[in-house]
């Protein structure tokens, strides 16, 4: 069995390998990159030769390169990710495709921007696929394992200032377990930031294995649980290390508004918060008229700015989840510009 490299901060531990649980399937299997829901997030975004289409979170390029084969022969791929790692190996990746393809380091939050300076105010189709990648995981010196030993680091974006560790052994004990509540929905935020206060009074809390093992001395042994004790709060901290919540509601305004009529948008989020900014984002540009309802007739003249296209979100079938327990948690929205 494979593991994807997406959505991996939202799978049971043992489900990548890393537990001593000896059912699971896949430990010390080959472990590859696995794109979530790549042909339905492509067929939403329907490529066609000639147009322009952005990823906004290139990661390995795995949709990326799905959107070039699908524009061959003259459409072009802009890819943004905010990790200067992601972006070397898809440039090698993709360099088969040539002028093609255009890439740059950058959060999708200055999509707008970078568009506007490669000299390509509209586009044709944009894709997210959030989160953090396989290789963020698998890479100790990164930070953002709880299962392997590293710094306390978590900076998809290595020149941003704040890492984890800084989180950790300066913020308040209300605004640690706010973080921890709020982005890791997890229901032990208050004990746990108690924990990480008791801990860093004796000394700064540098290692991933060590803020792992202070959040699991608050909870029964971790045999018993589902996830790792540390699951939550690790994505909590990433999120915030990140400002994930933020970046992606500029990003997705930005995003529909660079479409031309016609253009499509495709997100794959992969928890509940994510999901929640990119229904209500395109809920609140699908609406037409938006005068109060006592109002006898319309006098703001709102137009809808997208029409939805998944009136559901598209979920991974069983064969995905099967293959790939990383996609478990995904869900796909998409929406088309009026
Ligand atoms: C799940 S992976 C994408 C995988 C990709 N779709 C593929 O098939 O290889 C997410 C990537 O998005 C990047 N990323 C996350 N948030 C971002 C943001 N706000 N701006 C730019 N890149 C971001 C991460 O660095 C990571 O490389």
Redesign the pocket.
């Known amino acids: 069995m494979r593991v994807a490299?997406?959505?991996l901060q939202n799978v049971p531990v043992e489900d990548y390998g890393m537990s001593n649980n000896p059912k699971s399937e896949i430990r010390n299997q080959e472990i590859r990159?696995l794109?979530v829901l790549?042909h339905e997030a492509v067929d939403l975004l329907a490529p066609r030769a000639g147009g322009v289409y952005v990823?906004?979170?290139?990661?390995?390029?795995?949709?990326?390169e799905e959107i070039l084969k699908r524009s061959a022969p003259d459409g072009i791929l802009i890819g943004?990710?905010?990790?200067a790692e992601?972006i070397e190996r898809s440039r090698e990746r993709l360099a088969a495709y040539g002028g093609r393809v255009l890439l740059r380091q950058?959060?999708?939050?200055h999509a707008g921007a970078v568009l506007a300076e490669l000299g390509y105010g509209t586009v044709d189709g944009a894709l997210l696929?959030?989160?953090?990648?396989w290789f963020?995981l698998k890479t100790p010196g990164r930070g953002f394992s709880f299962a392997l030993d590293g710094p306390l680091d978590m900076r998809?974006d290595r020149r941003m200032p704040q890492t984890a560790a800084d989180l950790v052994n300066t913020l308040s004990h209300g605004e640690l377990a706010r973080i921890i509540r709020e982005y890791g929905e997890e229901k032990k935020a208050g004990v746990i930031a108690r924990a990480i206060e008791r801990e860093r009074a004796r000394g700064p809390i540098t290692s991933t294995v060590h803020l792992a093992g202070i959040i699991a001395s608050v909870f029964p042994p971790y045999p018993f649980r589902r996830i790792h004790p540390a699951t939550r709060t690790f994505q909590a901290l990433r999120i915030a290390v990140?400002d994930?919540m933020a970046?992606?509601g500029e990003?997705l305004r930005q995003l529909v508004d660079v479409l031309k009529p016609g253009g499509r948008i495709a997100v794959i989020s992969f928890h509940s918060l994510e999901d929640r900014i990119v229904k209500q984002t395109f809920a609140a540009s699908a609406k037409g008229c938006i005068c109060p309802p006592r109002m006898p007739v319309c006098a703001c003249g709102h137009q809808p700015g997208v029409r939805i296209l998944t009136k559901r979100p598209v979920l991974p079938g069983p064969e995905e989840t099967e293959n790939n327990p990383a996609s478990r948690s995904a869900k796909l929205r998409a929406a088309e510009k009026v």
């Open positions: 490299e997406c959505g990159h794109p790549l990823d906004g979170t290139l990661g390995a390029g795995g949709h990326g943004l990710d905010q990790d992601a950058e959060n999708v939050r696929d959030l989160g953090v990648s963020h998809m990140n994930e970046s992606l990003g």
